[in-house]
Structures are given as C-alpha cells and as structure tokens.
C-alpha cells in the first residue's frame, strides 16, 4: 500500500482544484481537509507545514508543498516515485476514491 496522501484546501482555491485534478487523474486515493471554515484545522495546517497558503500536499508524512510543487515533482517523474508502494507490497485496491474531512 502506497503512502496516505493528505491536502489542506478551501472550496474556492483554484491551486488546490489543480492539485485535486492533478492526483484524480493519476487515480490517487486522497484525504481532502477543507480548512476555510475550522480554525482548529488550519492551524493543525499551519503546525505540520509551516504555512498558511492552500493547498498543503502531505504525502504520508513528507510535506510536498503546494500547487507548483505537486506539479513539479508530476513533471520531473518524482511523484510517481514517491507515490508509488514499497517493493513487495500489495497493490491498493483504491485508487480512485476521495474522502474528505470538514
């Protein structure tokens, strides 16, 4: 199994409906926490990255960065690399699916 992917994002980003696009389709499984209206969440946000911006991209516990950087590691091969499972693991059978915490 591959790495939980995490994004910290708003309802009206346009950078983070590029990196939720951007993971859809590659068919990356992903945690969506919309920060906009729970302080309690940005913070959580701001303490695991050290930024205030959206999105925030965690890939299990690595803090990729934003937008650009998603795009970035997407166009230099990197992010197939660190998203993909570890020698010998089982493939995760839930790729497409989203889940989100409000």
């Known amino acids: 199994m591959s790495a939980p992917v995490t994004l910290y994002t708003t309802g009206w980003c346009p950078f983070c409906m590029r990196a939720k696009a951007l993971l859809q389709r ?3 499984a992903f ?3 919309d920060v906009e209206s729970r302080r309690e969440l940005r913070q959580e946000m701001i303490e695991r990255s ?3 911006s959206v999105p925030q991209v965690f890939i299990g516990d690595h803090h990729v960065g934003g937008s650009d950087e998603l795009v970035a590691l997407d166009a230099s091969g990197e992010l197939d ?4 499972p570890p020698a010998g ?4 059978l839930q790729t497409e699916t989203t889940a989100t915490r409000n």
């Open 31 to 33: 945690t969506e926490i």
């Open 50 to 52: 050290g930024r205030r």
């Open 26 to 28: 590659k068919g990356v």
């Open 81 to 84: 690399r660190m998203l993909a």
């Open 89 to 92: 693991a089982t493939p995760d």
